[in-house]
């Protein structure tokens, strides 16, 4: 949540924090702020409620000089989207700046003690709370009052201060993520890392309990008492350009393009010569796994959801998918037989770590399946299977997702090769066909003008049904989602043979269905309950393959995809569901890139 961007160097901060905050506005777009510190001098501030253009503009109006400052974009948690509630937040005599990403949990009683000894509050934040502490514990030693105020804060989050007498940003980590970017004869800050992109590849990621105290020329970190720590040096292997728009009106729309690239990166060097098998880095013992928990949240919980029926078919394992925010509070059973696979774009997702820690805790053996290295999950679980996805800057994940399910695949073969459950000639005909998905998503792209039109044709209604069946009902879970996400039409989806225990009575023709309805073992009955929508006069699009010519029969619309193995086609079906939400909300005129609401990484409960 939120975007933090923090610089000290030989550059005018204002420019490099207003650049670095554009390409983390996916994180926070409801308010946005910037502090720069002229040496000597009162902090001077700027920070408006909207979206970042607003701060923009404002700050033509009001420059800000200074080689030293933050910037914040802001998701709201504590306190609505108004200009006092922006960060940074100052202290009183305007010399001391904070801003944070995440919650302090014991606000109230902090906050009373505080107004009981004579400060007053300005905004309705949680954040404004540190500052006032921060300035309560100021004797002239700036990292000494920070570590005395952290002693009596509780909560999670990402914190940068500074002051005006010091030529210093002091940084802190307790679960939200934190980045450091090394310069030279400058520092940078940042809660993710393309903010830094433009100008270093060299990172350090703060560990949780960590403080960072960054000048020009040096970084030191230590823990919250003042023990100095080693941190390795990590080299970003993506650049700028990978996280600009390459002349794509969305991100979104230019992510939904890579796939087929993305896939080929998720797949490299993963395939073994033999043809039948994949070679996976991990250290996990199949033999001494007897289950399996998959944990995630949102869009990585539906690619958990396809893992289980490939691990169930695959590698005959008993599989649970567990929504991430749900799975510590139920006292879940697990043990040290069992495998925990938790799922993550960035590897910051709060629920899915907290639902990791619990797995630990539990004995269970653990495997992360990421985008981010580096990330809090990839330093706490036993094994990660990296996606290789690359910067994914759309809120509503494609690329991502797709990398999700290209990993369970991989994931669900070497389980099965390793169990002995999977026959050589049954992988070497998955693994054909996930060879050839880059070519079949490049192909199903090809529909975009047909979906564009279905879009028009159903912009203006207000519900949607979306069916699918087997290894393709997550597919219309995910198709469904990002209806919500970003056209902001209600929109449910359903197991097909489902419908008739309920959802069948809201079918007229105020409701589109969509239904996956491509080859498969459950076809025939997928064709039966398509009928049973029409004869209720149902209006039907429907995903099919290219060649089945007899379904158009029974459908009103029809979206072709090329034909794959079963279990490999919700790497191409989910494609065109992409399309129609993007189609659908570029009709509507709405922000795709930056949903109302939402935010990329959710780091808070």
Partial sequence: MCGIVGYIGHRQAADVILDGLKRLEYRGYDSAGMVVSPQGANLNLVKRAGKLGVLAEAVKTTPLKGTLGLGHTRWATHGKPTDINA????????????IHNGIIENYLPLKKQLLAKGHVFASDTDTEVLVHLI?????????????????EVSGAYALVVF?????????ARATSPMV???????????????????????VVFLHDGDMALISRDEITVTDFVGQVLEREVSNIDWDAEAAEKSGYPHYMLKEIYEQASV???????????NGSDVALDLTLNPALIDRVVITAAGTASYAGMVGEYLIEKLARLPVEVEVASEFRYREPVLNERTLCVVVSQSGETIDTLEALREAKRQGAKTLAILNVKGSSISREVDDVLYIHAGPEIGVASTKAYMAMLAAFELLAIWLG???????DERAAEIIRALRHTP????????????????????KGYNDYLFLGRGINFPT??????????????????????????????LIDDDMPVVTIATKSSLYEKTVSNIQEVKARDGIVIALINEADEEIKNHIDYAISVPETDELVSPLVNVVALQLLAYETAERLGLDVDQPRNLAKSVTVE
Avoid: C, W
């Fill in 417 to 423: 090769r390793h169990r002995g459950t999977l026959s």
């Fill in 439 to 458: 070519v079949l998503i490049e192909q199903a792209l090809e529909s975009r003008e047909q979906i564009a039109q279905i879009a028009e044709a159903f």
């Fill in 135 to 151: 300035e309560e514990h100021y004797g002239g030693d700036l990292v000494a009052a920070v570590r005395a105020a952290l002693v």
């Fill in 263 to 273: 896939l080929q990166q998720t797949f490299g060097g993963r395939f073994a010569a």
């Fill in 87 to 98: 960060h940074p937040h100052l202290s009183e005599d305007g010399r001391l700046a904070v």
């Fill in 180 to 202: 450091i970017g090394i310069g030279k004869n400058e520092n940078f800050v940042a809660s993710d890392v393309p903010a830094l992109l433009p100008y270093t590849r060299k």
């Fill in 163 to 171: 002051h005006a007498d010091y030529e210093l940003i002091v940084a």
């Fill in 476 to 505: 219309a879970l995910e198709g469904a989602l990002k209806l919500k996400e970003i056209s902001y039409i209600h929109a449910e989806a359903y197991a097909t043979g489902e419908m008739k225990h309920g959802p069948i009575a």
